[in-house]
């Protein structure tokens, strides 16, 4: 072997060394980022905001991947945790879904039901009525027209139910209502709320015929601590009330 031969085998041979400890650092690297970092989990972060008090399912989240050492106590890393729970507060998307930002929806009393109605979106919520607030109920009916003729009893607005509590309120859905009394039959689609309230029998009796027969419904937010009942003096309105 000449002296340009051993000098190829040397080169060849530092070559092999170099590679031989550049993969070793690669891999030392690798093993100190993985014992920095550790094992990862499974958790779940919200797709879009999600308003406070409002009921919470598995299609509001996506699954992530989170090392586990960075992973707060409170993550939720099952989505049955999210079984009967609503949004303690305003949620942001992006947020990592933890325990403490749920809350467990209000139960019924006994003697109370859930009951759900579509309020027009403009006229009857507003964007100021969550879970837990409570509410007066009014509806408007036109007056009935006698057979005669004559004597036509006036429209009126009264107050169904007092001091309602709202347990629920929906995402914004189109819905369909008669437009007027001349095109009765005709429907006309508008945009509103499902919204869902505890009440005593009598008091969803009352909130379903009103859906049904009036002419519109609407809610009035009660300030807290002021859900005294109305005087039934003060419960019905009408436009001769006033002369």
């Known amino acids: 072997m000449n002296s340009r031969q051993r000098r190829g085998v040397i080169l060849l041979v530092v070559s092999v060394l170099c590679a031989l400890a550049a993969f070793g650092g690669v891999l030392a690297l690798i093993r100190d980022v993985e014992s920095k970092v550790g094992p990862e989990k499974t958790a779940y972060e919200l797709k879009a905001d999600v308003p406070a008090y409002t009921s ?22 099952d989505l049955g945790e999210l079984r009967d729970k609503v949004a303690a507060g305003k949620l942001r998307k992006g947020s990592l879904l933890q ?12 003697g109370q039901q859930e009951i759900a109605i579509m309020i027009d979106a403009e006229t009857g919520v507003a964007g100021k ?57 005709r ?18 009796q009352r909130v379903a015929y009103a ?32 002369k």
């Open 56 to 77: 919470l399912d598995a299609g509001q989240f996506e699954k992530v991947s989170v090392p586990e050492r960075w992973l707060p106590e409170t993550a939720v890393t």
């Open 129 to 185: 009525i969550d879970p837990g607030s409570r509410v007066n109920i009014f509806a408007t009916f036109e007056g009935d027209q006698p057979a005669s003729g004559k004597g036509r009893t006036p429209n009126q607005s009264k107050v169904i139910v007092s001091d309602a509590k709202v347990i629920d309120v929906g995402k914004l859905t189109p819905f369909k209502e008669n437009s007027d009394e001349e095109n009765r039959g």
């Open 99 to 110: 325990s403490d930002m749920m809350s467990e929806r209000p139960e019924l009393k006994p």
């Open 211 to 242: 859906e049904s027969f009036a002419e519109h419904v609407r809610l009035a937010l009660v300030a807290p601590g002021d859900g005294g009942d109305i005087p039934e003096s003060d419960r019905t309105y009408t436009l001769n009330g006033d």
């Open 187 to 204: 429907l006309g689609e508008r945009d509103g709320v499902p919204i869902t309230f505890a009440l005593s029998t009598v008091d969803a």
